[in-house]
C-alpha cells in the first residue's frame, strides 16, 4: 500500500488529564486501536512529536520508533502482563548472544572472548550473579539464581519501561547487553557492536556492503537508541505521571 | 558509566541533527520544543562543564542515546532511499539500460 502523505501542518503537544498528548493540527493522535495516545513524560512526548515534525512528504512510520514504542505500551497488542513481560526478558538469557561462543575459526572465538568476557564480568558483579559462557549447543547454563535476581531486578520498572526492556533485549538479543545500556554501562553504539560481533568480524574479512550491512547497523542502532530512551525517560519518577504507568 | 567524550560534542551533535530534522518542516530550528528542551536542559544542569557530577552524566547519557537515534534514523532512512525506495523501473527506463527506446504511438494502439 502506498504510504500515507503527511496531512497536517503544525506538530505540538498539549497536557490532558491522563499525560500528555500529541496534536496533529487540531486532532489529537491515536493510537492503532484508535486510544488517545497519552505519554507520561514530557520529554518523551516531544520526542515523539519531533518524530511526526520530522516526515517530509509521506509519513514513514518504519522510521518513528519512539511513536511505535508508545503504541505499544498503550495498547499492549501481544497482551502481556507484567510477569509474562518480565519471563520473557529473562528468558533470553539462555540464548542470550554474548554467552553462545564458538570454537572456530579461532580468530572469532578469540574476539568473542576479549569483547564479551567483559561485559559478562560486569553484569556478574554488578548483580552478583553467575552467568558464564558456552561453546556448547544447548548454551550456557544459568543458575536459577541468578533468573531469580533478573527477574527480581526487573520488577522495579513499572509497565512501560518493562516494554521498552524486553524491546530492546529482542533487538540486541541479548539481557546482558540490554542491562549494559539500561544501567549507562555501555553505549548505544557500542551495545550494538557487541550485538553484532560476528558481522563486525565478517566484514572486516570480506568487506562490507552498504546496502547491507550499514542498513541494517543504522536500523539496529535506530532501534536500541530507541528502546534506551524510552526506558530511561518512562522510568523517571520525578518526571513522570504515575497514573498512567500502572500495572 | 559509558565512555562518552565531550558534553559539548554530544550538545553540538545533537542540535545539528534536530536541525536537519526541522530542514523537513520548513521551520527555523530554534523555535521547536525539541530545540528548546535539549537547551534548557543542559543549561540547567550544566553539563557543558568539564567535571560531571551522577545527574550530569546520566543527562550526558540521554543526549548521546538521543543523538545516537536521531543520527541513525537519517542514515538508515538515506541509504533505505538510495537502495530500496526506487521501486520499479517504468517501461522506458528498462528500454533505455538495453539501448532501446520505446515507439512513439501518437495515437494510440490500433
Known amino acids: 500500500p502506498p504510504e500515507r502523505k503527511r496531512f497536517y501542518q503544525n506538530v505540538s503537544i498539549s497536557q490532558g488529564e491522563g499525560g500528555f498528548e500529541i496534536n496533529l493540527d487540531h486532532r489529537k493522535l491515536k493510537t492503532p486501536q484508535a486510544k488517545l495516545f497519552t505519554v507520561p513524560n514530557e520529554a518523551l512526548?516531544?520526542?515523539?512529536?519531533?518524530?511526526?515534525?520530522?516526515?517530509?512528504?509521506?509519513?514513514?512510520?518504519?522510521?518513528?520508533?519512539?511513536?511505535?514504542?508508545?503504541?505499544?505500551?498503550?495498547?499492549?497488542?501481544?497482551?502481556?502482563?507484567?510477569?509474562?513481560?518480565?519471563?520473557?526478558?529473562?528468558?533470553?538469557?539462555?540464548?542470550?548472544?554474548?554467552?553462545?561462543?564458538?570454537?572456530?575459526?579461532?580468530?572469532?572465538?578469540?574476539?568473542?572472548?576479549?569483547?564479551?568476557?567483559?561485559?559478562i564480568a560486569w553484569a556478574e558483579k554488578r548483580y552478583n550473579v553467575a552467568i558464564g559462557s558456552s561453546t556448547s549447543i544447548t548454551g550456557p547454563n544459568i543458575p536459577?539464581?541468578?533468573k531469580d535476581t533478573f527477574i527480581s531486578h526487573l520488577a522495579s520498572y513499572n509497565m512501560w519501561?518493562?516494554?521498552?526492556?524486553?524491546?530492546?533485549?529482542?533487538?540486541?538479543?541479548?539481557?546482558?547487553?540490554?542491562?549494559?545500556?539500561?544501567?549507562?554501562?555501555?553505549?548505544?553504539?557500542?551495545?550494538?557492536?557487541?550485538?553484532?560481533?560476528?558481522?563486525?568480524?565478517?566484514?572486516?574479512?570480506?568487506?562490507?556492503?552498504?546496502?547491507?550491512?550499514?542498513?541494517?547497523?543504522?536500523?539496529?542502532?535506530?532501534?536500541?537508541?530507541?528502546?534506551?530512551?524510552?526506558?530511561?525517560?518512562?522510568?523517571?519518577?520525578?518526571?513522570?505521571?504515575?497514573?498512567?504507568?500502572?500495572? | 558509566?559509558?565512555?562518552?567524550?565531550?558534553?559539548?560534542?554530544?550538545?553540538?551533535?545533537?542540535?545539528?541533527?534536530?536541525?536537519?530534522?526541522?530542514?523537513?518542516?520548513?521551520?527555523?530550528?530554534?523555535?521547536?520544543?525539541?530545540?528548546?528542551?535539549v537547551i534548557s536542559a543542559f543549561r540547567a544542569h550544566r553539563v557543558t562543564s568539564e567535571k560531571l557530577c551522577r545527574a550530569q552524566q546520566e543527562l550526558h547519557f540521554q543526549a548521546a542515546t538521543y543523538l545516537c537515534l536521531l543520527r541513525s534514523v537519517r542514515e538508515h532512512l538515506a541509504l533505505h532511499q538510495e537502495y530500496h525506495g526506487k521501486g520499479e523501473r517504468s517501461p522506458e527506463e528498462v528500454a533505455g539500460l538495453v539501448g532501446f527506446r520505446l515507439p512513439q504511438q501518437p495515437g494510440g494502439k490500433g
Not at chain 1, 509521506?58 to 511513536?67: D, R
Not at chain 1, 547497523?217 to 497514573?243: D, I, Q, W
Request: aromatic share 8%; charged share 25%.
Open chain 1, 45 to 119: 512526548a516531544i520526542a515523539v512529536a519531533t518524530e511526526w515534525d520530522s516526515q517530509k512528504d509521506t509519513i514513514k512510520f518504519y522510521t518513528m520508533h519512539l511513536t511505535t514504542l508508545c503504541n505499544t505500551a498503550l495498547d499492549n497488542p501481544t497482551q502481556r502482563n507484567k510477569v509474562q513481560l518480565i519471563c520473557a526478558a529473562v528468558k533470553f538469557l539462555e540464548t542470550d548472544t554474548v554467552c553462545y561462543r564458538v570454537e572456530e575459526p579461532a580468530a572469532l572465538a578469540e574476539l568473542q572472548k576479549n569483547e564479551w568476557d567483559p561485559i
Open chain 1, 144 to 146: 536459577a539464581s541468578t
Open chain 1, 161 to 247: 519501561a518493562l516494554q521498552g526492556i524486553e524491546y530492546v533485549i529482542t533487538q540486541l538479543k541479548s539481557l546482558i547487553l540490554s542491562m549494559g545500556l539500561i544501567d549507562r554501562h555501555i553505549t548505544v553504539e557500542k551495545a550494538v557492536l557487541l550485538s553484532r560481533l560476528e558481522e563486525e568480524y565478517q566484514i572486516q574479512r570480506w568487506g562490507s556492503v552498504e546496502w547491507a550491512h550499514d542498513y541494517d547497523l543504522c536500523e539496529l542502532r535506530a532501534r536500541a537508541a530507541a528502546g534506551t530512551l524510552f526506558v530511561h525517560l518512562c522510568s523517571e519518577s520525578s518526571t513522570v505521571k504515575h497514573k498512567l504507568l500502572q500495572d
Open chain 2, 1 to 37: 558509566m559509558a565512555a562518552l567524550g565531550s558534553p559539548l560534542g554530544t550538545l553540538r551533535g545533537l542540535l545539528r541533527e534536530l536541525r536537519y530534522a526541522s530542514a523537513q518542516a520548513g521551520r527555523p530550528y530554534r523555535d521547536t520544543p525539541a530545540y528548546q528542551h
